[in-house]
């Protein structure tokens, strides 16, 4: 079941939103607009990843400002075998993942590179940036990139969150693989959870 949070993340989409909110005021406005359900999801929520305890001290999650050059169109180089993948997570489990392809992007004058997995509920990009364990959470922030068609896939780092095991322990959540874990730093998304 996706949690309402979640659901309310694709309004960001371009291809979803009505014509009077198209461009970037419009865009930044259903972004502040998401960030705030997911606050009031994590506050009250039967679903929230929080214990009654940190319900009881929080007063939202922490994000980089709204950032327009992380906003990408990449272009997916698919691997001509499609590995399925184990995954370790949290709780040194493996979830099975298909490894998809990889993409190249410029981030603060800097190529990246990173791997899409595919599951059974569509495209997966757990990645770790250079401000992990600083800034970001250390094991990483998942994306769930929109398939445009022709290999090409909307990856909104604006987007970027952290797994559920980022606020407590009793979750379990896929590590970001070695091929992830980027040395450049990513200014966009969700920042790392400090309990008040």
């Known amino acids: 079941m996706i949690p309402d949070f979640k659901k309310a993340l694709f309004v960001t989409q371009p291809t979803l939103l009505p014509a009077r909110f198209s461009g970037k005021i419009a865009y930044m406005s259903n972004l502040k607009a998401t960030r705030k359900e997911k606050d009031a999801f994590f506050a009250s929520h039967w679903q929230s990843p929080l214990t009654p305890e940190q319900k009881k001290e929080f007063k939202g999650l922490h994000y980089f400002p709204e950032n327009p050059d992380l ?109 992830n874990r980027l040395q450049v730093p990513i200014r966009a998304g969700e920042k790392m959870f400090h309990p008040e």
């Open 71 to 179: 906003r990408l169109t990449v272009t997916v180089e698919e691997f001509a075998e499609k590995r399925v993948v184990p995954i370790q997570t949290s709780t040194g489990d493996y979830q099975e993942y298909v490894r998809y392809g990889q993409f190249t992007f410029e981030v603060e004058g800097q190529t990246a590179r990173l791997t899409l997995y595919q599951a059974d509920y569509g495209f997966f990009l757990p990645f770790a940036d250079g401000l992990a364990g600083i800034e970001t959470y250390p094991a990483g922030r998942y994306l769930e990139p929109e398939a445009l068609g022709g290999n090409k896939f909307l990856v909104d780092f604006n987007l970027a969150y952290n797994p559920y095991c980022a606020y407590n322990d009793r979750w379990s959540c896929p590590l970001t693989p070695a091929e």
